[in-house]
C-alpha cells in the first residue's frame, strides 16, 4: 500500500467512527422522545453504506495541510459526508432519477418507501447544521456559510435543477460544463474550502484550494460520466448506462469519449499545479488528483 492509501485510509476510517456516532440509535422511549426506529434506520442505512468518503476526506486533509490534530475538523467533515448523503438518497428518488441501487445496495425508497427516504434526507441534512454549529473554531461560522452556499440554491442544488430541466434537450458544452461545477465540484470545493478555513488558512492558501477543487471535481464528474457509459455495475454498485436513459446530459455525449478523456488528464494537470500551494499535504492532493482517471467505480 502506497503511502497516499496508507493516509487515505487512516482518514477514511477517523471519518467511518465519527459517522457511527453521529446518527444515533432508536430512543425506546419514542414517541415521548428521542428518534423513531424507522426513521434513524433509514438515516443509518444510506449514511453507514460505504463509499470513498472523498469529500470528508477532503476536508480533514486540508484542514491537515495547516494543522495537526484532526479532532475539531470531524463534526464538519461528518456534515459534509451527511449533505452528501441526503443528495444521493433525495437523487435517487423516482420524481428525480429513479434509481434502483445505490454503492451495491437497493437505494433507500426501495427499502423504506419514498416518504421516509425524503424524511430520512430531510434529517441528515438538518444534521449536517446541528453538528457543525456546536464548532468553537474560529472559523467556524465562515466555514459554516462556505458549505452552505456551495450545497445551496446557487451551488449543488442549480446544478441538479439545471440537470433536470436539460434532460433531452440540445444544449452544448457551457451548460454542460455549469451543471458539472454546481451539481458535483461544488460539494468538493466546499470541504476543501471550509477545512482551509478552518485552519486559519491565507489568501493565496484559499485561492491554491479553489482551483484545485474546481479542477478536481471537474475530473470526477467527467470520469463519473465516463464509468456511466463504460464502466461494469457489478464493481461500480450503479445501474450502467442510466444517464443516457433518462436523456442525460454528459461529457461523452457532448464532446465524445476520446475529448472527454483528455479533458479529464487536462482538468488533472491543473489540479497537479494547484495542490503545490496546499501546504504539508501537497503530495497527498497530487496521489489523489492522480488517482481520479484509475477509478473504476
Known amino acids: ?29 419514542w414517541p415521548f422522545s428521542g428518534i423513531p426506529k424507522q426513521l434513524a434506520q433509514a438515516m443509518r442505512y444510506s449514511l453507514l453504506a460505504g463509499g470513498k468518503r472523498l469529500r470528508p476526506v477532503l476536508l480533514l486533509a486540508a484542514y491537515e495541510s495547516l494543522r495537526v490534530e484532526l479532532e475539531p475538523a470531524l463534526p464538519f467533515a461528518v456534515a459534509v459526508e451527511c449533505i452528501h448523503t441526503y443528495s444521493l438518497v433525495h437523487d435517487d428518488l423516482p420524481s428525480m432519477d429513479d434509481d434502483d441501487l445505490r454503492r451495491g445496495q437497493p437505494t433507500n425508497h426501495k427499502v423504506f418507501g419514498e416518504a421516509m427516504a425524503i424524511l430520512a434526507g430531510d434529517a441528515l441534512l438538518t444534521l449536517a447544521f446541528e453538528l457543525m454549529s456546536t464548532s468553537k473554531l474560529p472559523g467556524a461560522l465562515e466555514a459554516i456559510n462556505i458549505i ?8 449543488m442544488i442549480a446544478g441538479q435543477t439545471a440537470d433536470i430541466l436539460m434532460s433531452n434537450q440540445d444544449a452544448g458544452e457551457e451548460m454542460l460544463r455549469y451543471i458539472h461545477q454546481h451539481k458535483t465540484a461544488d460539494l468538493i470545493t466546499a470541504p476543501i474550502l471550509a477545512g482551509l478555513t478552518l485552519a486559519q488558512a491565507n489568501s493565496e492558501q484559499l485561492q491554491s484550494g479553489r482551483v484545485y477543487a474546481t479542477n478536481l471535481g471537474l475530473a470526477f464528474q ?16 450503479k445501474l450502467g448506462q442510466r444517464d443516457a436513459a433518462l436523456g442525460k446530459l454528459t461529457w461523452p455525449s457532448v464532446v465524445g469519449v476520446a475529448q472527454a478523456q483528455m479533458d479529464v488528464d487536462a482538468a488533472i494537470t491543473l489540479a497537479l499545479k494547484a495542490a503545490c500551494g496546499l501546504g504539508n499535504n501537497a503530495p497527498f492532493f497530487q496521489a489523489l488528483a492522480l488517482s481520479i482517471p484509475k477509478r473504476v467505480r
Open 148 to 155: 452552505a452556499s456551495r450545497a445551496g440554491s446557487s451551488g
Open 222 to 237: 467527467i470520469t463519473d460520466d465516463l464509468l456511466d457509459l463504460q464502466g461494469d455495475p457489478d464493481v461500480t454498485g
Open 1 to 29: 500500500m502506497s503511502a497516499f492509501q496508507t493516509h487515505y485510509t487512516a482518514l477514511q476510517e477517523l471519518i467511518e467512527q465519527a459517522l457511527r456516532k453521529a446518527v444515533l440509535e432508536p430512543d425506546k422511549d
